[in-house]
């Protein structure tokens, strides 16, 4: 940031360009031909080179990697140690408790980058190459921090922000223009350095961080208390503290993952290059590191080294670039990969409060032992501030993303189900929070006081246990409620609607039949499907597993059955036609209901029916329908109509279910809930913007009201050749928990393979329905805001049509009183749910957090990913309700003051100039500015108003994982796979992902991108002839199909290899992702790009770098 | 005055037609003053088996206010190939076809004796016979079965090109398209819902003629291209389909709560049923056959709510104007008649069920557009399967007994107007030259629409004598009336029949005694009888009573006074209804056994005789035989039946004892076999319950309160406090000498 800032840059920037040019075809050209090579970077691309000889980045990541252990110990002792720390930390990291520790290893990634250069630069030199490269790192360090120093010179003000902007400017031929521009020189000069530096190594690392360090004195000195005092130092950005503790742990072999981490960075060549800016950058993470350290006070002396570079105007303008080098940023990635390796090994054991979870992105597995999974509960923070002044101050939100009923993997167990006969579940007389393992026990077991509200209760007879010395029930173990984060209770019939016992679910399949789908070949494809598909409906069945004491048994869910579920289906276009399928019909009967205006259920006997024992009819029917339909002209479409058919049918047959809607076009037939097409792209930008994300009309609240009161949820397929109105189709399943698929253009050739897999695992999922969700919380906290698929008629309780394993709902949490740091903060989120097979449920997940008084616990404890949750959104509400642009300013300001309460409370003072993330944090930035530019919140010119809408609702009840990876895709390397040293077929991972953005992008290579919506191979312009060959069977670069969706099934390792992982990635999502061949310099490229999230966005989204930027800026005038 | 029997028979069996004088009064005043009104019964389509129809058009007047037919009293010049018309005077050229005309070559429809001639049209397309079942599915089980078994042995009495159609109905109305394969298809309506015809005929896709039916195939010879073919089908084409159907219809699936009626959207079905045949075969003859197992309980037409708690409405309720639905029923009803018969299409109700099931509100369908009306107890029933069989018994030429879309025609000379009709018709509103001022009956027009017509249907038809007392008619003048009959025979054919007649004028102070000669009594006590329910459906039953009274002192009245017509005591509003429905269509003879049942005596003392319709034929050694038209008694006196008891029946020596109590099961046989609807058929004895049926129609003669008066006669007393006959008699007599009336 700082270097944004530096008012100097302009010029240097006028300057960078031209460098840049030079650099950059060094950097990138150099793997190809960088011929054009500034001479100052000779130097420089000497190293490079060394790197580049393996072309691909991961390649030479792999050598620093392996590199980089010796490196640390090669290092000074305190480097080293610092080093080892970090390893260990890393691979602690899964054992020990301690979040700070978890916290550091990840970061510690990051840091050890940093670090390298500054205390372990010989070790990162070393992996690099020999001693020159250490140089130049630290030379690049430098350079990042001269500039960052420039930054300062000039100051804060305007000069951050000027850059951006004349970046902008600069860059708009495109990506690198501007920035990357700068970085040449930037580079440079760390050339330069580097050789300084050497000499300087043990302060390196202050250096680093102080940018400049420049000046050895200044930041060594500081670092190198910091450093010193703690082991962390070395780390000293990193977060060395908090790493260090994980360090310790961390066995050797760890440490050198963060060497490689650390290497990685430098590793591949452009960074270095970047590195120029790194320095900036490296502020950042020192920033981040700092906040993330225990001791601030190390900060503090980092950021006088900060301080120093603000002094060091001077030698910044040298190195005109100002740019930040990107390697230098926080890299998500970086982050990611550090977190896999340090805690993905352990199981994530939940027994201790406020424990922050490994990232989404980890697979790691879960003991249960009384706090819920991460898998079901996420906080944005599990150290929460005492009083609501701290938390206002921070700005942090405090929210939970809660996925009641998540899939768990085969390894976890499903939550045990508890039935307490006919008393029903155990709850508190006052505020009816159920028995949870935090619930006390007092009087020798007579009583327990509520945990919630500390009201005293007494334990009814049958439930009486007596307590061991620790004031323990001795039963404890042998009751899930007592020792168990998550469980369930079987509910009496005083939890059932009408206080009965629900029926099974039904499933409604109601098919448009009008000419658009019949000619797409929708109708006959999907009636095809469906008479296989049906033998696959949920099944829920529970098996018992012990009884203990009185009434109270076990169950767990067990092996599949016939299931319970119950199917019926309407086909219709203007008019609705129902089937009476009973199974002692000779043939189907069809009726018709025109009355589309007042809509009824035709029949009561026969349009329900068990799957098995009507099959024949069934059959029958979806042989007929394609026929009966097949000349037909109907070409209107009705939709409300139909949903409330769908409602009422099983309002008739008084059970809850689901309802199937394949629908293609905008319902402009005469009826109820008609629909004008009103997609006017003139408003975008404008005050009613908005309207193009509220519905048209009440009518599907309304009827979306009635819905949830049937326990109702509408899943729609869409299959539209044109506007569909999508914001208000998707209200209805939208309230109701249900989900929207939308195929545009659908064609049966193209897009079968995704609508059916879709489909399959839509119908196949197993749902809660007639749900209503509460979550209480102890006394001083209260859920006040919540988010996600569902309808709210009061203040407190979520009631869900329908839930699934896909569906999250986001809560948000306000102080109304104090915390105490003693007790924490608890949650209990009970879900109450009829299963598929009919029976009535409760589930029930316990969370205790920690609290806190000082700022800096919060920031330690804290989840990017699902604060980007919760901001995304809260934001993609917002725009309902106001501008865009508003929406867009208000997440940046939050953000702005969240990082600036860090700077201002919890950082180590220092230069103003100097962009200080909280480690937990780091990645804030990168991800919110992805959000921003997401296609609601800046679409760009080809993305339409139903996407947007689509996109806004589908966002809606995401859970962190989707978030994570929509907003920030992901982007792996193939070739690696064949030319990498494992052999591909052994080597199932994943290859390691890279940044989003062109500059990573090699024209050699072939890449697969996926967002959990998305997913595109990417093809170099020259790659080899040979993978061309094995992957699509053409014989050169020219002959692959551009937009090709399938990979010819060919018989050699890299076609099995991609196709595989194509497989697994498709797997991980909910949906199923289409793909999409893109050549390089094709077309779709254009489409490609949009999804580098960290490049300026065609939409005029800003680029990582000048966002980062502006939030430097941003944070700097709040401080002042 | 055998003359005048002789005269009045041979007219009815030639033409259909009896006058209530058949010598007119020749002014205003002296017929207003004859108090029974100039009129006639008219049987449209009574068969003519030795009558058959000539094959060409007929001749029609060219004056255009006047258009009456060429007939046998017309002037005919045979020279100059002129003829007059005998109504207006006016002079007309023969068409070219009649240029061979001669006094020795005349068409038929010249010569006396075919004063009723029946043209057939050749031109125009020929439509087909439409039958639209709507089906009540709200039954019980043995009597939905019973039912479909009539409907698909009907589909075996149709004509192979006649178009059929379903609809049924509980809670829901269906109606079925009968032209899919695989699959069964139906649209359903909400049977709370009213709709109009415009809205039925868009739900049903009847008004897109883009509608492509077989866009593809090619388009299959069919005499109705029309857009109608998915609901209604030629049988031939759709037998078995439409066989099944039925077979697999099912009871109204919906459940009926303890203590409620099931719901029941008659109403609807019928707008439906209505709406359909009006969006596809408008003006084209067409039976819509309802058949209902109890009252509308729902949506518009409604006649009772579902709560069983609440009965349906007694007359008894009605008086006291709390029957809440009725009127906006009724209403309904009278809407749908007005639009079927405005579209030429009939309606005929088959209720079966042991309460009421809405007649009342639903009469009009029937009464306006010539449809049946038939009331049962259940469809399991001989009456309800023999009556609905019956309906399409074939006439001697293998045609169906019905004809459809008739309008009928009154022409009259000068010196008379045409009052009005009663009868299952509609008016057309044509007014014209001969239309009266007043009204009697359905007024105001020459022209009538009856829907539906067999050929026992008769309707009342009034006139008045409008010649001025000072404008004398010239001796020997004669007044001439012509009905025209257009109308779709069941043969598909477009056929006129017209019939012709003439009377002579007498001035009535002069030649009373021709006058009063010429008077047909039964005739005029049917026209009269027809009269007075038509008043007694519009007006309050005590001012009928009191103007028949004033009208006439005939001895059938005191009869007619206590008929179901016009007493509704122990009649429920529906058989009100359905009571006075028949008397408005029957023809002379059966009006009379209405209004005065036969009574018939079997006994050993001789061979059967008629007897008194008194309770002193009630004898113990004799067998009774009483026909009302809708019932059929066998009484068997005190000793009869307990000879039977005993079994004398079954011994050979009292093998006349047999024959005697077989005598009258022969002849109501025979009754039955002839009569439709079926009379329910009763078979009881001397103090058995359903003796009611007797007791109730005899003459109190003999009543508790004279039991002893009367001595130790014979004869069965009758408890009751109506007058008898002796009493009402004395009672007229002095009211004839004491009043000025």
Same mark, same amino acid.
């Given at each position: 940031?700082?270097?944004?800032?530096?008012?100097?840059?302009?010029?240097?920037?006028?300057?960078?360009?031209?460098?840049?040019?030079?650099?950059?075809?060094?950097?990138?050209?150099?793997?190809?031909?960088?011929?054009?090579?500034?001479?100052?970077?000779?130097?420089?691309?000497?190293?490079?080179?060394?790197?580049?000889?393996?072309?691909?980045?991961?390649?030479?990541?792999?050598?620093?990697?392996?590199?980089?252990?010796?490196?640390?110990?090669?290092?000074?002792?305190?480097?080293?140690?610092?080093?080892?720390?970090?390893?260990?930390?890393?691979?602690? +990291?899964?054992?020990?408790?301690?979040?700070?520790?978890?916290?550091?290893?990840?970061?510690?990634?990051?840091?050890?980058?940093?670090?390298?250069?500054?205390?372990?630069?010989?070790?990162?030199?070393?992996?690099? %190459?020999?001693?020159?490269?250490?140089?130049?790192?630290? =030379?690049?360090?430098?350079?990042?921090?001269?500039?960052?120093?420039?930054?300062?010179?000039?100051?804060?003000?305007?000069?951050?922000?000027?850059?951006?902007?004349?970046?902008?400017?600069?860059?708009?031929?495109?990506?690198?223009?501007?920035?990357?521009?700068?970085?040449?020189?930037?580079?440079?000069?760390?050339?330069?350095?580097?050789?300084?530096?050497?000499?300087?190594?043990?302060?390196?690392?202050?250096?680093?961080?102080?940018?400049?360090?420049?000046?050895?004195?200044?930041?060594?000195?500081?670092?190198?208390?910091?450093?010193?005092?703690?082991?962390?130092?070395?780390?000293?950005?990193?977060?060395?503290?908090?790493?260090?503790?994980?360090?310790?742990?961390?066995?050797?072999?760890?440490?050198?993952?963060?060497?490689?981490?650390?290497?990685?960075?430098?590793?591949?060549?452009?960074?270095?290059?970047?590195?120029?800016?790194?320095?900036?950058?490296?502020?950042?993470?020192?920033?981040?590191?700092?906040?993330? !350290?225990?001791?601030?006070?190390?900060?503090?002396?980092?950021?006088?080294? =900060?301080?120093?570079?603000?002094?060091?105007?001077?030698?910044?303008?040298?190195?005109?670039?100002?740019?930040?080098?990107?390697?230098?940023?926080?890299?998500?990635?970086?982050?990611?990969?550090?977190?896999?390796?340090?805690?993905?090994?352990?199981?994530?054991?939940?027994?201790?409060?406020?424990?922050?979870?490994?990232?989404?992105?980890?697979? $790691?597995?879960?003991?249960?032992?009384?706090?819920?999974?991460?898998?079901?509960?996420?906080?944005?923070?599990?150290? /929460?501030?005492?009083?609501?002044?701290?938390?206002?101050?921070?700005?942090?939100?405090?929210?939970?993303?809660?996925?009641?009923?998540?899939?768990?993997?085969?390894?976890?167990?499903?939550?045990?189900?508890?039935?307490?006969?006919?008393?029903?579940?155990?709850?508190?007389?006052?505020?009816?929070?159920?028995?949870?393992?935090?619930?006390?026990?007092?009087?020798?077991?007579?009583?327990?006081?509520?945990?919630?509200?500390?009201?005293?209760?007494?334990?009814?007879?049958?439930?009486?246990?007596?307590?061991?010395?620790?004031?323990?029930?001795?039963?404890?173990?042998?009751?899930?409620?007592?020792?168990?984060?998550?469980?369930?209770?079987?509910?009496?019939?005083?939890?059932?609607?009408?206080?009965?016992?629900?029926?099974?679910?039904?499933?409604?399949?109601?098919?448009?039949?009008?000419?658009?789908?019949?000619?797409?070949?929708?109708?006959?494809?999907?009636?095809?499907?469906?008479?296989?598909?049906?033998?696959?409906?949920?099944?829920?069945?529970?098996?018992?597993?012990?009884?203990?004491?009185?009434?109270?048994?076990?169950?767990?869910?067990?092996? =599949?059955?016939?299931?319970?579920?119950?199917?019926?289906?309407?086909?219709?276009?203007?008019?609705?036609?129902?089937?009476?399928?009973?199974?002692?019909?000779?043939?189907?009967?069809?009726?018709?209901?025109?009355?589309?205006?007042?809509?009824?259920?035709?029949?009561?006997?026969?349009?329900?029916?068990?799957?098995?024992?009507?099959?024949?009819?069934?059959?029958?029917?979806?042989?007929?329908?394609?026929?009966?339909?097949?000349?037909?002209?109907?070409?209107?479409?009705?939709?409300?109509?139909?949903?409330?058919?769908?409602?009422?049918?099983?309002?008739?047959?008084?059970?809850?279910?689901?309802?199937?809607?394949?629908?293609?076009?905008?319902?402009?037939?005469?009826?109820?809930?008609?629909?004008? @097409?009103?997609?006017?792209?003139?408003?975008?930008?404008?005050?009613?913007?908005?309207?193009?994300?509220?519905?048209?009309?009440?009518?599907?609240?309304?009827?979306?009201?009635?819905?949830?009161?049937?326990?109702?949820?509408?899943?729609?397929?869409?299959?539209? +050749?044109?506007?569909?109105?999508?914001?208000?189709?998707?209200?209805?399943?939208?309230?109701?928990?249900?989900?929207?698929?939308?195929?545009?253009?659908?064609?049966?050739?193209?897009?079968?393979?995704?609508?059916?897999?879709?489909? !399959?695992?839509?119908?196949?999922?197993?749902?809660?329905?007639?749900?209503?969700?509460?979550?209480?919380?102890?006394?001083?906290?209260?859920?006040?805001?919540?988010?996600?698929?569902?309808?709210?008629?009061?203040?407190?309780?979520?009631?869900?049509?329908?839930?699934?394993?896909?569906?999250?709902?986001?809560?948000?949490?306000?102080?109304?009183?104090?915390?105490?740091?003693?007790?924490?903060?608890?949650?209990?989120?009970?879900?109450?749910?009829?299963?598929?097979?009919?029976?009535?449920?409760?589930?029930?997940?316990?969370?205790?957090?920690?609290?806190?008084?000082?700022?800096?616990?919060?920031?330690?404890?804290?989840?990017?990913?699902?604060?980007?949750?919760?901001?995304?959104?809260?934001?993609?509400?917002?725009?309902?309700?106001?501008?865009?642009?508003?929406?867009?300013?208000?997440?940046?300001?939050?953000?702005?003051?969240?990082?600036?309460?860090?700077?201002?409370?919890?950082?180590?003072?220092?230069?103003?100039?100097?962009?200080?993330?909280?480690?937990?944090?780091?990645?804030?930035?990168?991800?919110?500015?992805?959000?921003?530019?997401?296609?609601?919140?800046?679409? %760009?010119?080809?993305?339409?108003?139903?996407?947007?809408?689509?996109?806004?609702?589908?966002?809606?009840?995401?859970?962190?994982?989707?978030?994570?990876?929509?907003?920030?895709?992901?982007?792996?390397?193939?070739?690696?796979?064949?030319?990498?040293?494992?052999?591909?077929?052994?080597?199932?991972?994943?290859?390691?992902?890279?940044?989003?953005?062109?500059?990573?992008?090699?024209?050699?290579?072939?890449?697969?991108?996926?967002?959990?919506?998305?997913?595109?191979?990417?093809?170099?312009?020259?790659?080899?002839?040979?993978?061309?060959?094995?992957?699509?069977?053409?014989?050169?670069?020219?002959?692959?199909?551009?937009?090709?969706?399938?990979?010819?099934?060919?018989?050699?390792?890299?076609?099995?290899?991609?196709?595989?992982?194509?497989?697994?990635?498709?797997?991980?999502?909910?949906?199923?992702?289409?793909?999409?061949?893109?050549?390089?310099?094709?077309?779709?490229?254009?489409?490609?790009?949009?999804?580098?999230?960290?490049?300026?966005?065609?939409?005029?989204?800003?680029?990582?770098?000048?966002?980062?930027?502006?939030?430097?800026?941003?944070?700097?005038?709040?401080?002042? | 005055?055998?003359?005048?029997?002789?005269?009045?028979?041979?007219?009815?069996?030639?033409?259909?037609?009896?006058?209530?004088?058949?010598?007119?009064?020749?002014?205003?005043?002296?017929?207003?003053?004859?108090?029974?009104?100039?009129?006639?019964?008219?049987?449209?389509?009574?068969?003519?088996?030795?009558?058959?129809?000539?094959?060409?058009?007929?001749?029609?007047?060219?004056?255009?206010?006047?258009?009456?037919?060429?007939?046998?009293?017309?002037?005919?010049?045979?020279?100059?190939?002129?003829?007059?018309?005998?109504?207006?005077?006016?002079? @007309?050229?023969?068409?070219?076809?009649?240029?061979?005309?001669?006094?020795?070559?005349?068409?038929?429809?010249?010569?006396?004796?075919?004063?009723?001639?029946?043209?057939?049209?050749?031109?125009?397309?020929?439509?087909?016979?439409?039958?639209?079942?709507?089906?009540?599915?709200?039954?019980?089980?043995?009597?939905?079965?019973?039912?479909?078994?009539?409907?698909?042995?009907?589909?075996?009495?149709?004509?192979?090109?006649?178009?059929?159609?379903?609809?049924?109905?509980?809670?829901?109305?269906?109606?079925?398209?009968?032209?899919?394969?695989?699959?069964?298809?139906?649209?359903?309506?909400?049977?709370?819902?009213?709709?109009?015809?415009?809205?039925?005929?868009?739900?049903?896709?009847?008004?897109?003629?883009?509608?492509?039916?077989?866009?593809?195939?090619?388009?299959?010879?069919?005499?109705?291209?029309?857009?109608?073919?998915?609901?209604?089908?030629?049988?031939?084409?759709?037998?078995?389909?439409?066989?099944?159907?039925?077979?697999?219809?099912?009871?109204?699936?919906?459940?009926?709560?303890?203590?409620? !009626?099931?719901?029941?959207?008659?109403?609807?079905?019928?707008?439906?049923?209505?709406?359909?045949?009006?969006?596809?075969?408008?003006?084209?003859?067409?039976?819509?056959?309802?058949?209902?197992?109890?009252?509308?309980?729902?949506?518009?037409?409604?006649?009772?709510?579902?709560?069983?708690?609440?009965?349906?409405?007694?007359?008894?309720?009605?008086?006291?104007?709390?029957?809440?639905?009725?009127?906006?029923?009724?209403?309904?009803?009278?809407?749908?008649?007005?639009?079927?018969?405005?579209?030429?299409?009939?309606?005929?109700?088959?209720?079966?069920?042991?309460?009421?099931?809405?007649?009342?509100?639903?009469?009009?369908?029937?009464?306006?557009?010539?449809?049946?009306?038939?009331?049962?107890?259940?469809?399991?029933?001989?009456?309800?399967?023999?009556? $609905?069989?019956?309906?399409?018994?074939?006439?001697? @030429?293998?045609?169906?007994?019905?004809?459809?879309?008739?309008?009928?025609?009154?022409?009259?000379?000068?010196?008379?107007?045409?009052?009005?009709?009663?009868?299952?018709?509609?008016?057309?509103?044509?007014?014209?030259?001969?239309?009266?001022? +007043?009204?009697?009956?359905?007024?105001?027009?020459?022209?009538?629409?009856?829907?539906?017509?067999?050929?026992?249907?008769?309707?009342?038809?009034?006139?008045?004598?409008?010649?001025?007392?000072?404008?004398?008619?010239?001796?020997?003048?004669?007044?001439?009336?012509?009905?025209?009959?257009?109308?779709?025979?069941?043969?598909?054919?477009?056929?006129?029949?017209?019939?012709?007649?003439?009377?002579?004028? =007498?001035?009535?102070?002069?030649?009373?005694?021709?006058?009063?000669?010429?008077?047909?009594?039964?005739?005029?006590?049917?026209?009269?009888?027809?009269?007075?329910?038509?008043?007694?459906?519009?007006?309050?039953?005590?001012?009928?009573?009191?103007?028949?009274?004033?009208?006439?002192?005939?001895?059938?009245?005191?009869?007619?006074?206590?008929?179901?017509?016009?007493?509704?005591? +122990?009649?429920?509003?529906?058989?009100?209804?359905?009571?006075?429905?028949?008397?408005?269509?029957?023809?002379?003879?059966?009006?009379?056994?209405?209004?005065?049942?036969?009574?018939?005596?079997?006994?050993?003392?001789?061979?059967?005789?008629?007897?008194?319709?008194?309770?002193?034929?009630?004898?113990?050694?004799?067998?009774?035989?009483?026909?009302?038209?809708?019932?059929?008694?066998?009484?068997?006196?005190?000793? /009869?039946?307990?000879?039977?008891?005993?079994?004398?029946?079954?011994?050979?020596?009292?093998?006349?004892?047999?024959?005697?109590?077989?005598?009258?099961?022969?002849?109501?046989?025979?009754?039955?076999?002839?009569?439709?609807?079926?009379?329910?058929?009763?078979?009881?004895?001397?103090?058995?319950?359903?003796?009611?049926?007797?007791?109730?129609?005899?003459?109190?003669?003999?009543?508790?309160?004279?039991?002893?008066?009367?001595?130790?006669?014979?004869?069965?007393?009758?408890?009751?406090?109506?007058?008898?006959?002796?009493?009402?008699?004395?009672?007229?007599?002095?009211?004839?000498?004491?009043?000025?009336?």
């Amino acid at each position: 940031m700082n270097l944004n800032q530096s008012a100097p840059p302009v010029p240097p920037f006028g300057q960078p360009q031209p460098a840049y040019l030079g650099h950059h075809q060094s950097s990138y050209g150099g793997q190809p031909g960088s011929t054009t090579a500034p001479t100052s970077y000779g130097a420089y691309n000497g190293p490079v080179p060394g790197y580049q000889q393996t072309p691909p980045p991961g390649v030479s990541r792999a050598p620093p990697s392996s590199g980089a252990p010796p490196a640390s110990t090669a290092q000074g002792p305190c480097g080293q140690t610092a080093y080892g720390q970090f390893g260990q930390g890393d691979v602690q +990291n899964g054992p020990s408790s301690t979040v700070q520790m978890q916290r550091l290893p990840g970061y510690q990634p990051f840091g050890s980058a940093i670090l390298a250069p500054v205390v372990s630069q010989p070790a990162v030199l070393q992996p690099y %190459g020999p001693p020159p490269t250490s140089a130049q790192v630290t =030379a690049q360090l430098a350079g990042m921090q001269i500039s960052g120093a420039v930054a300062p010179a000039s100051p804060p003000s305007g000069l951050g922000y000027g850059p951006p902007t004349s970046l902008a400017s600069a860059s708009g031929s495109f990506p690198n223009s501007g920035l990357y521009g700068s970085y040449p020189q930037g580079q440079a000069p760390p050339l330069g350095q580097p050789q300084g530096h050497p000499g300087a190594q043990p302060p390196q690392r202050s250096v680093p961080l102080q940018a400049s360090s420049f000046t050895p004195p200044a930041s060594g000195g500081p670092r190198m208390p910091s450093m010193t005092g703690p082991l962390l130092p070395g780390q000293s950005f990193g977060g060395p503290p908090v790493s260090q503790p994980n360090h310790v742990s961390s066995p050797a072999p760890q440490v050198l993952p963060p060497g490689t981490q650390m290497t990685g960075p430098p590793g591949p060549p452009p960074p270095p290059m970047h590195s120029s800016q790194q320095p900036g950058y490296q502020l950042q993470q020192n920033g981040s590191y700092g906040p993330t !350290r225990g001791p601030q006070s190390n900060y503090g002396s980092p950021y006088p080294g =900060a301080a120093a570079f603000g002094s060091q105007p001077g030698p910044p303008q040298p190195l005109p670039p100002k740019r930040l080098d990107p390697d230098a940023i926080p890299s998500p990635i970086q982050v990611i990969e550090d977190d896999r390796n340090n805690r993905g090994s352990e199981p994530f054991v939940t027994g201790v409060r406020g424990q922050v979870p490994p990232l989404v992105t980890t697979n $790691f597995l879960v003991k249960d032992q009384g706090n819920a999974s991460p898998r079901y509960i996420r906080c944005t923070s599990y150290n /929460i501030p005492c009083t609501s002044d701290m938390a206002k101050q921070a700005q942090v939100p405090l929210a939970a993303v809660i996925k009641p009923l998540a899939r768990l993997p085969p390894e976890e167990a499903s939550p045990y189900v508890v039935d307490h006969g006919e008393s029903g579940p155990l709850r508190c007389n006052r505020c009816k929070a159920y028995m949870c393992p935090f619930m006390q026990f007092v009087e020798g077991g007579r009583r327990f006081q509520c945990c919630f509200c500390s009201c005293i209760n007494d334990v009814p007879p049958q439930y009486f246990q007596h307590l061991d010395h620790t004031g323990k029930r001795v039963d404890a173990y042998d009751r899930p409620e007592l020792s168990l984060g998550s469980y369930e209770f079987l509910a009496t019939v005083d939890y059932c609607k009408n206080n009965k016992f629900p029926s099974p679910p039904a499933f409604i399949f109601m098919i448009d039949v009008s000419y658009n789908a019949i000619r797409s070949g929708l109708v006959r494809l999907l009636c095809e499907e469906l008479k296989s598909l049906l033998d696959f409906l949920p099944s829920w069945v529970v098996e018992k597993v012990a009884t203990v004491g009185n009434n109270v048994t076990f169950y767990r869910e067990g092996g =599949a059955e016939e299931s319970a579920v119950r199917v019926g289906f309407v086909t219709y276009n203007k008019v609705l036609h129902f089937y009476n399928v009973k199974s002692s019909l000779a043939q189907p009967q069809m009726m018709v209901v025109s009355d589309v205006g007042d809509m009824f259920v035709p029949l009561l006997d026969g349009f329900l029916v068990n799957v098995n024992e009507s099959q024949a009819v069934i059959t029958s029917l979806l042989d007929q329908i394609p026929e009966m339909f097949a000349d037909t002209r109907e070409t209107e479409t009705v939709f409300a109509p139909v949903i409330q058919a769908g409602m009422e049918a099983l309002k008739a047959a008084e059970c809850a279910g689901k309802l199937f809607l394949f629908h293609t076009s905008l319902p402009i037939a005469e009826a109820p809930g008609k629909l004008k @097409n009103r997609d006017d792209r003139k408003l975008i930008n404008t005050d009613k913007e908005k309207t193009l994300f509220q519905p048209q009309t009440g009518a599907y609240q309304t009827l979306a009201k009635e819905c949830v009161a049937q326990g109702c949820c509408v899943d729609l397929f869409l299959f539209p +050749n044109q506007y569909v109105d999508v914001a208000t189709l998707s209200v209805v399943p939208q309230l109701t928990g249900g989900s929207v698929y939308k195929y545009a253009c659908f064609q049966v050739e193209n897009d079968q393979e995704r609508f059916l897999s879709d489909l !399959r695992r839509d119908v196949q999922k197993v749902v809660g329905f007639d749900a209503v969700m509460r979550v209480r919380t102890s006394t001083g906290i209260r859920a006040v805001d919540f988010f996600g698929a569902f309808y709210m008629s009061n203040t407190t309780d979520v009631e869900l049509a329908g839930l699934d394993g896909d569906k999250t709902v986001t809560v948000e949490f306000k102080h109304d009183d104090r915390l105490n740091e003693e007790s924490g903060a608890l949650l209990q989120c009970a879900l109450l749910y009829t299963s598929c097979a009919g029976q009535r449920r409760l589930r029930i997940h316990n969370l205790a957090l920690n609290c806190c008084t000082q700022l800096a616990d919060l920031y330690r404890n804290c989840e990017t990913d699902t604060l980007i949750n919760y901001m995304a959104k809260f934001a993609y509400r917002g725009v309902l309700n106001s501008p865009v642009k508003t929406v867009r300013d208000t997440l940046i300001t939050q953000c702005a003051q969240i990082l600036a309460c860090y700077r201002k409370n919890c950082a180590s003072p220092s230069s103003a100039g100097q962009l200080i993330l909280p480690e937990c944090m780091k990645l804030l930035p990168v991800y919110l500015n992805c959000v921003l530019k997401s296609d609601v919140l800046q679409p %760009g010119a080809e993305v339409t108003t139903d996407d947007r809408a689509y996109v806004r609702q589908l966002v809606t009840s995401m859970d962190v994982a989707e978030t994570n990876v929509f907003f920030y895709p992901r982007l792996l390397p193939l070739v690696r796979l064949s030319a990498g040293t494992k052999s591909p077929i052994e080597n199932t991972t994943e290859p390691p992902a890279v940044r989003a953005s062109e500059e990573r992008l090699s024209n050699g290579d072939i890449y697969l991108l996926e967002n959990g919506l998305n997913l595109f191979l990417w093809v170099g312009a020259s790659v080899q002839q040979g993978v061309v060959q094995s992957l699509f069977g053409v014989s050169s670069f020219s002959q692959i199909t551009s937009g090709l969706s399938v990979l010819p099934v060919l018989d050699n390792l890299l076609s099995k290899k991609v196709r595989g992982l194509i497989d697994s990635l498709r797997a991980q999502r909910s949906r199923y992702m289409k793909l999409i061949v893109v050549k390089q310099e094709d077309k779709l490229a254009t489409l490609f790009k949009h999804f580098l999230v960290e490049d300026k966005s065609l939409s005029g989204g800003a680029s990582y770098v000048d966002f980062l930027c502006h939030m430097h800026k941003e944070i700097r005038q709040l401080l002042s | 005055m055998a003359t005048y029997l002789e005269f009045i028979q041979q007219n009815e069996e030639r033409d259909g037609v009896r006058f209530s004088w058949n010598v007119w009064p020749s002014s205003r005043l002296e017929a207003t003053r004859m108090v029974v009104p100039l009129a006639c019964i008219l049987t449209p389509l009574k068969e003519r088996p030795d009558l058959p129809p000539v094959q060409y058009e007929p001749v029609l007047c060219s004056r255009p206010t006047c258009k009456a037919i060429l007939n046998p009293l017309c002037q005919v010049d045979y020279r100059a190939k002129l003829w007059a018309c005998n109504f207006c005077f006016q002079r @007309n050229q023969f068409p070219p076809a009649y240029a061979g005309i001669s006094e020795v070559n005349q068409p038929a429809e010249l010569m006396p004796q075919f004063s009723t001639v029946e043209y057939v049209i050749q031109r125009g397309a020929q439509s087909p016979l439409i039958f639209l079942y709507v089906v009540d599915t709200c039954l019980e089980e043995d009597d939905l079965q019973a039912l479909k078994e009539s409907l698909q042995m009907s589909l075996s009495l149709l004509p192979p090109d006649a178009m059929v159609g379903l609809i049924t109905f509980g809670r829901m109305v269906q109606v079925h398209e009968l032209s899919c394969e695989g699959i069964s298809k139906s649209y359903v309506f909400r049977g709370t819902k009213d709709l109009t015809a415009k809205q039925i005929q868009d739900m049903l896709g009847l008004t897109k003629p883009a509608m492509p039916v077989h866009p593809v195939r090619p388009a299959q010879p069919q005499e109705h291209p029309s857009i109608s073919s998915r609901f209604l089908q030629p049988i031939h084409k759709i037998d078995m389909n439409l066989t099944d159907l039925l077979g697999e219809l099912q009871r109204d699936p919906w459940p009926v709560p303890q203590g409620k !009626r099931p719901l029941r959207s008659t109403g609807v079905a019928l707008s439906i049923a209505v709406g359909l045949l009006e969006g596809t075969f408008p003006n084209t003859g067409a039976r819509i056959m309802l058949f209902i197992g109890g009252p509308p309980t729902q949506g518009p037409g409604m006649v009772v709510g579902d709560e069983l708690k609440v009965p349906i409405r007694s007359w008894h309720d009605i008086e006291k104007d709390n029957a809440r639905f009725m009127k906006k029923a009724t209403k309904h009803y009278e809407m749908l008649a007005n639009r079927a018969a405005a579209n030429g299409h009939c309606v005929d109700i088959y209720a079966c069920a042991l309460d009421q099931t809405g007649l009342l509100e639903m009469k009009c369908c029937t009464n306006l557009t010539g449809g049946h009306m038939v009331m049962g107890d259940s469809f399991n029933t001989s009456l309800f399967k023999q009556t $609905f069989q019956r309906i399409f018994s074939k006439d001697f @030429n293998g045609n169906f007994r019905m004809a459809f879309g008739a309008t009928l025609e009154v022409k009259t000379s000068r010196e008379l107007k045409v009052a009005g009709a009663i009868g299952p018709c509609v008016s057309l509103n044509v007014k014209g030259p001969c239309v009266s001022e +007043n009204e009697l009956g359905v007024g105001g027009t020459s022209q009538w629409k009856i829907c539906g017509l067999d050929p026992t249907s008769t309707l009342g038809i009034y006139f008045e004598i409008v010649n001025q007392h000072n404008a004398p008619i010239p001796q020997g003048g004669r007044g001439a009336i012509q009905f025209v009959t257009h109308y779709q025979h069941s043969s598909t054919q477009r056929r006129i029949r017209v019939t012709t007649i003439a009377r002579n004028w =007498a001035d009535a102070q002069s030649q009373l005694k021709h006058i009063e000669a010429a008077f047909d009594q039964e005739a005029a006590a049917v026209l009269m009888a027809r009269l007075g329910v038509f008043r007694a459906e519009s007006e309050e039953g005590p001012d009928v009573l009191r103007w028949l009274d004033r009208q006439l002192i005939r001895l059938f009245m005191f009869h007619l006074r206590r008929s179901p017509f016009l007493q509704v005591f +122990n009649n429920s509003p529906d058989e009100s209804s359905y009571y006075r429905h028949h008397f408005a269509r029957q023809d002379l003879t059966q009006s009379l056994i209405m209004i005065q049942p036969i009574l018939y005596s079997y006994s050993f003392h001789g061979p059967p005789e008629p007897v008194l319709l008194d309770s002193s034929s009630i004898l113990a050694d004799r067998i009774l035989l009483m026909d009302t038209f809708f019932q059929i008694v066998i009484y068997l006196g005190e000793t /009869i039946a307990q000879w039977q008891k005993a079994g004398y029946q079954d011994m050979p020596e009292y093998e006349n004892f047999k024959h005697l109590l077989q005598a009258p099961l022969d002849d109501a046989q025979e009754i039955l076999h002839a009569r439709f609807p079926m009379p329910r058929y009763v078979s009881t004895e001397h103090g058995g319950s359903q003796a009611r049926f007797l007791l109730s129609k005899v003459n109190p003669s003999q009543t508790h309160n004279n039991l002893y008066a009367w001595g130790q006669e014979t004869g069965a007393p009758i408890l009751t406090d109506d007058v008898s006959l002796q009493v009402f008699m004395d009672h007229l007599k002095k009211l004839a000498v004491s009043s000025a009336c």
